[in-house]
């Protein structure tokens, strides 16, 4: 077994993983200021360091599944939700929905911290009989969560056709039917919920799209920071936070 050692900032590590997987890693081990990747064979060694830089080591006895298993452990979400890696046999805690999801699927795994402030807003609401709507939906764990909690329909919409692929494996996992599109807000007609976590620079750039589709509005993906330049522009709301990321979740106008 051989491993791939690699530095990277925290809000990096979704996008990483998933690029790794892609790049064919049988096992993701998350460190405190990186993350390391498993490969059965040296076949790939230059191609990977080419691509993503770090350390290549060869390992003597690292189980890859268990320290992946070890990696995304299952999590409670607010109030309401048990995110469960597709593994997990854990059962449900009472009075929680479970959300079912690959970790190596694509982008969004639950792990970071604006996918748990938009899962706990979209907990927060009545979502009975609602059409929720999720823009840069990735792994699609934000609208299989929202159909998890009550709605009536939820769809994700992502530029990345490769993206929708995974997330409607995932929205299989769960048992659901996946209603997906390839595009961006300017697809949507309307919606009861919108949810977009990407940030701030792309929700701002998309922001008369957004306030055109109108109803509740959760946005998140930026800093404390860039908290300011949201509200000026869609409003005050509610404001939640998690270190440094911000959640606003606000009634379009």
Not at 147 to 156: H, P, R, T, V
Not at 226 to 252: K, P
Request: aromatic fraction near 6%.
């Amino acid at each position: 077994m051989y491993s791939l050692h690699l530095k990277c900032k925290p809000d990096e590590v979704d996008l990483l993983s998933a690029e790794l997987w892609e790049a064919g890693t049988v096992g993701i081990r998350e460190l405190e200021d990186g993350l390391i990747a498993g490969f059965e064979t040296n076949d790939q060694r230059a191609e990977l360091l080419r691509r993503f830089g770090g350390t290549w080591v060869q390992e003597d006895s690292t189980d890859w599944v268990e320290a992946t298993h070890r990696a995304w452990p299952p999590r409670l979400i607010g109030n309401r939700i048990f995110l469960a890696p597709h593994w997990c046999t854990d059962e449900t805690p009472a009075g929680r929905v479970r959300v079912v999801h690959n970790p190596g699927l694509a982008c969004g795994t639950g792990e970071h911290p604006c996918t748990q402030l938009a899962l706990t807003a979209l907990e927060s609401l009545d979502l009975k009989a609602k059409t929720v709507v999720d823009i840069g939906t990735g792994s699609g764990l934000l609208a299989i969560a929202a159909l998890q909690l009550g709605a009536k329909i939820a769809i994700g919409v992502d530029f990345d056709e490769a993206v929708l692929a995974a997330a409607r494996e995932n929205f299989g996992l769960n048992n659901l039917p996946s209603d997906l599109a390839a595009g961006s807000a300017d697809c949507v007609r309307t919606a009861d919920v919108l949810i977009a976590n990407i940030s701030a620079t792309v929700i701002l750039s998309i922001a008369d799209e957004l306030l055109r589709i109108g109803g509740r509005l959760i946005l998140t993906g930026f800093s404390y920071y860039e908290l300011a330049a949201m509200e000026q522009t869609f409003g005050s709301g509610t404001v939640t936070s998690s270190g440094e990321w911000c959640c606003l979740s606000l009634q379009a106008s």
